[in-house]
């Protein structure tokens, strides 16, 4: 088991939970089946990672699949968050975090 990968999941999902964005029931299974990119037609960003991205990433882990090499999550967080009132900064590192893990490359933060 990549213990990065899953350390950042982990933070992924704590950072969710500290901005009360964690939902306690999924979302439909029509709003989870959009063929969008981050089911951005059915769901907000942070419902894609609680029940698309960590869910996926868990099951790759667990069954010792490969882990994806091309991710880049991060400009998507940076784009929703950033005119938000809550501070989304520990999500969006954890979020960066993960992209370096995965792709082996380092993330360009924004000023």
Do not use: H
Not at 73 to 100: C, H, N, Q, W
């Amino acid at each position: 088991m990549p213990a990065e990968p899953q350390k950042l999941l982990y933070a992924i999902e704590r950072e969710l939970k500290a901005l009360s964005w964690w939902e306690s029931a999924p979302p439909s299974a029509r709003a989870l089946a959009s063929t969008e990119p981050f089911c951005l037609d059915t769901l907000s960003f942070a419902q894609w990672l609680q029940f698309v991205l960590l869910p996926r990433m868990q099951a790759m882990i667990d069954a010792g699949a490969p882990l994806p090499n091309r991710i880049s999550l991060y400009p998507m967080a940076t784009e929703t968050f950033k005119s938000l009132p809550e501070d989304t900064g520990a999500l969006v590192e954890a979020i960066a975090r993960l992209d370096e893990a995965l792709s082996g490359q380092p993330v360009r933060r924004e000023a």
